[in-house]
């Protein structure tokens, strides 16, 4: 019997997500990455040097939100989820209007956030969604763009608001500081960039759960292999996620700020709690326990 290349990849990428995922039921996820980073207290964000705001919701304007078609597997579940939690944010912080371009990037195939929002709003958007692994289609009145995060093909000042969900901490090396620049570009005047979230931890740590694809970076960051992370994530973008320390968030996002931007933190809270709950969304590491996440508005 002769098995062709293909099947034995695809069976390679089941039973690797089957890994992930039974690690993540059975509470086994991010064991090192746990013990050794933890999310930043109020006095250590402050070293930042970045207005820092809270952003209040409560469940009933969570359950208000999931309440769609496209976001109903989150209705289902008897907790806030971090996933439409960090879209209901996002929404908020942009205070989008009739007729907006926006994008979302690395959004993924689905474009689950761009979905939702157009589910949820009564006006119209003009909507992209970028992700590498995208071909250039339009469907569901979404335009997909593919290529590099920090070389989307879009014309200079044509973008009323900018999302990125979950994965600024996967951009490897440099990738991190050059989206901004890019986003930045893309902007028009007084409209804002929302990253959710923002990991801001103790430590200015690169996560590994690979060792094929670990690169070391030690002169700058604490390297960490965690083969137990599924924070670095795993398919298509496999092996990798960043933290934040306060002063290497400076030193990377807030110095390399272009002059007409302006940063902003907001802690999330629903019902005036801290958020997500880490006990139910036990697919998060322990650092993730107070949600943050970073606005740039271009002045």
């Not at 030193?251 to 958020?275: E, H, M, T, W």
Request: charged fraction near 25%; charge should be neutral; aromatic fraction near 10%.
């Amino acid at each position: 019997m002769v098995v062709s290349k293909f099947n034995i990849n695809t069976l390679g990428r089941f039973l690797n997500t089957q890994k992930w995922r039974w690690l993540t039921k059975l509470h086994l996820n991010n064991l090192k990455v746990n013990r050794i980073l933890r999310p930043t207290d109020d006095s250590e964000i402050g070293k930042t040097q970045v207005e820092v705001n809270n952003l209040s919701f409560s469940e009933k304007d969570y359950r208000n939100f999931v309440n769609s078609d496209v976001l109903s597997k989150y209705n289902q579940l008897g907790y806030v989820h971090s996933k439409p939690l960090e879209y209901l944010t996002t929404m908020t912080l942009l205070d989008l209007k009739e007729g907006d371009e926006i994008l979302d990037a690395a959004g993924g195939e689905k474009a689950e956030y761009i979905k939702a929002l157009m589910a949820v709003s009564d006006f119209k958007l003009t909507a992209y969604c970028q992700d590498s692994l995208l071909d250039g289609k339009a469907a569901d009145g979404i335009k997909y763009i593919g290529g590099s995060i920090d070389a989307i093909p879009l014309a200079d000042e044509s973008l009323d608001g900018i999302s990125c969900h979950h994965s600024f901490e996967h951009f490897r090396d440099d990738l991190d500081i050059k989206f901004i620049k890019e986003a930045v570009r893309l902007l028009r005047v007084g409209r804002k960039l929302v990253i959710a979230p923002l990991f801001l931890a103790n430590e200015y740590a690169e996560i590994w759960n690979n060792k094929q694809i670990l690169k070391s970076n030690v002169e700058t960051a604490l390297t960490i292999f965690d083969n137990t992370a599924t924070f670095a994530g795993w398919g298509p973008y496999e092996g990798f996620a960043r933290t934040y320390s306060p002063a290497a968030f400076k030193a990377r996002i807030i110095d390399n700020l272009p002059s007409n931007c302006q940063a902003k933190i907001y802690k999330v809270f629903v019902d005036g709690k801290p958020v997500p709950d880490i006990k139910k969304n036990y697919h998060q590491p322990l650092l993730n326990s107070e949600m943050k996440v970073l606005v740039i508005a271009k002045n």
